[in-house]
């Protein structure tokens, strides 16, 4: 890699699209003469064929200077990369003039605050300034270019102008003259044409497909600038009925690979149970999907809660987005939200509606409201909006989208869903809710499910949810249990606010007060000690307590506080220590990761064509093929399919694959196609009917092929970063975050709830040696284990790990492992992991293993040297755990080897 694309990739942590685009970007102009072209026909031929050496794709450059469209899926991130172009191009090529161009408003205001304010989140030279850019960028807009050309007071040697369409045609009242084309005295010439003469001037054009209209494409020509950079998510036009496809498109990411390769939210449709539509008029079904709606908004709020807990990160709320058909549809559809009749009317005073009706301060209040959604201090959870929210609407907390009286195909194209795919926590977190965005379909569902059966489709066809009426009324609610120590000063708090008598009530909330916070003190002591019994020592109770009176009297003077203080905290000091080590279990903080660059690929083999030998379809049917075909990754990369050679086809839809990468294995994937090619040769008359039988077997050819490769898959066998065993020996028990059902009661850990589903949803409780109150299982089996740790002597103390409880990650992509159980026994200590019997040597159950099995070796060396006990990891199989076996039978019998 180019050593300043490598930098700046690095510096602004481009994602691998933004990446490639950058390598793209810096191949091509390398080549380019980066010189005015003026329209030069024989100019502009020159430079085309260089760009064709670097992109297959790549066909024309469609404009009177040298412009190449990179197109990436919304929410992938263009505004980064706009800024990784310019800093490249000032950097190896000294270009110092650039202008960015801005479809509307929104953008144009979004884009100045992305490249002038370092301080914005979104600042797009973050890390730049000072070593590829010296000193902030010049950020001259069409509202100050006047000011800035007549004073120079330019802070750097690059200019970045960013303007939008209206900003250039501005004019002054009565006049015929754009005020960008008015002569300005202190240039001796036009603001146009001042930039039009600069020698190196490069236009960026942010959304570029709206600038394709003659008089847009006219007006950018005049600039003649010596490269054009086109940023865009949706590379065609509308011309009549035809949809035109961009012919300068050098690099493209789909959204159907953005959502593949977890760059933003995953669209899954909704559907009611057994939803007939014919039995119902337009505005019921409005009031079906706006209700179901609110279901599945409540469920993404109720997940974004809890999960911002079990992170300790921010909250994020969510909002529910309805499109209208038009004005008059939204106003009912606002009314009746904002009636009793909507959930009793939970949601009057949290709904609002925008459309190209409002006028005023109207509009510009709920703009407002608009562009604030993702701030927690605003209240709205429903918009409904009529055809008003364009690009630069970038919100990241859109959940759930309702199309009422919408086609298929309008449903699911990237303008509806586009608004919702960005990420809150800028990736995926493991996490369904979280990481989905729902679009309630009733009446399209089939039409919708047949869409997304078509190659390329945006919806993958497995990712449906089905909302059950009977569920709509009940409401979630998110329940945190703690350690059992610290829920027992919670329960002794609310015992005593029944104290009658005041002085008595006084005392014991000042003691239980000074209990909890020597208690929450005690696991950040991990550094000073070796293990939870030498908090017992009497220097670390002088250190806790002077900790804990400095923070009880923090703000008052010295002096201010008496030695009845310090006498109280030594006093409960003990029985503090006691409760905490009571429901205790010592886990090591140790981290383990898999080492990077751990080596993966395809072993060579011979395709075994025996599975295709598929014979040439009719010419209409060829022909529907090719028109479907128009929404296929291969069409979206601006090739034709009858044009494409059987080669090409097969290659690009294999590519598709996971795991494919033609950068890594180009022999391997170049001969196999081409002997799945040849095979077809081999038995059919003509090049004509190898080409149909591609055609329309493309994806499946692929996907025979992938599945072979993946027969001759390697992964070398995974090795771990070394840990330092002189860590600290434990860490606070972490809290859990549940969500329940509000009108369900917590059961009895010994009940039986009936199926996997019913008992999943259920909260138990009742436990004796748990570290927690209350706890969730997933299956059958592991409420069988958390029976036996119960009822088994042998078990002195036992947890269910919460999510940020170990740091273990695992596997080749390095994701986090929170074993089932810990349990504390008299001589051991076991991570345990109930499985289903038949997954026991699954991949991903096995590399699991691999790093607990690390992570044990790690614990037990650091145990050993202070006298605690070994760690062992146990994975048992479902068949094995039944009431009638021991815990110490199951450890000794399932436990896994270093």
Known sequence: MHPKVNFISNRLSLRTPQRKSLELLAAISADLDLTKSQGDAA??????????QHSGVFEDFERDFP??????????????LAGACIAYLYK????????????????????????????SKKYVFKGLIGSTIQGEPNVITGDNYREYAASRLFRSDLNINVFNISKINSKEKGSTTPNIRKMAEYLGQSYFDYLAGLEDLVLVMDESHHYRAKSGMKVLNELDPVLGLELTATPQVIKGSKTVKFKNVVYEYSLAKAIRDGFVKKPAVATRKDFKPEDYNDREKDRIKLRDGIALHEDARTALDQYAREIGGRAVKPFMLVVAKDTTHAAELKRFIKSADFFEGRYADKVMDIHSNQKGSEKDDNIARLVSLEHPDNDIEIVIHVNMLKEGWDVTNLYTIVPLRASASDTLTEQTIGRGLRLPYGRLTGNELVDRLSIVAHDN????VDEANKPGSIINKDFIVEIDPNELNRRKEVVTTTSYA????????AEITQ????????????ENDMMRAIHRQLPKMNDKVASVEELRKPEVRAEVVRQVIEKVTYGQAPGMFDDS???EAEAVYERVVNTFVAKFISIPRITITPKAGRKHGFHDFDLDTSGLNQQPVSHEILIREMQSGKTSSLATNNQNLSAASPFELILVELLNQPEVDHSEHPELLRKLV?????????????????????????????ELIYRQMMNHFYLEDLEFDEVDINTRPYTEIFPHHYTKYGDDRIEDFKSNVGNAGVLKMKLFTGFAKACHEYYKFDSYTEQLFAQLCEQDDYVERWLRPAQRQFRIYYGHEGKLYVPDFVVECQDAIYMVEPKMAKDMDAKDVQDKATAAVEYCKYASAHTAKHGGKPWRYVLVPHTAVTLNRSVKGLMGEFTQEE
């Open 92 to 119: 190896a090529h000294g270009i110092k003039n650039f202008f960015v161009l801005a479809p509307n408003l929104t953008i144009y205001n979004k884009l100045i605050e992305d490249f002038s304010q370092p301080n």
């Open 67 to 80: 412009s190449l469209c990179f197109s990436l899926a919304t929410g992938v991130g263009k505004t980064r």
């Open 565 to 567: 203080l310090v006498e």
């Open 486 to 493: 610290e829920s027992e000063y919670d329960q002794r708090e």
């Open 674 to 702: 081409e002997q799945a090619v040849a095979h077809y040769q081999s038995y059919l008359s003509n090049e004509d009917d190898v080409q149909n039988v591609v055609i329309v077997n493309r994806r499946a050819i692929a």
């Open 43 to 52: 100019f502009l031929s020159k430079e085309l064929v260089k760009v064709t």
């Open 445 to 448: 569902f089939q039409a919708i």
């Open 499 to 510: 104290i009658a008598e005041p002085e008595r009530r006084a005392v014991a909330k000042r």
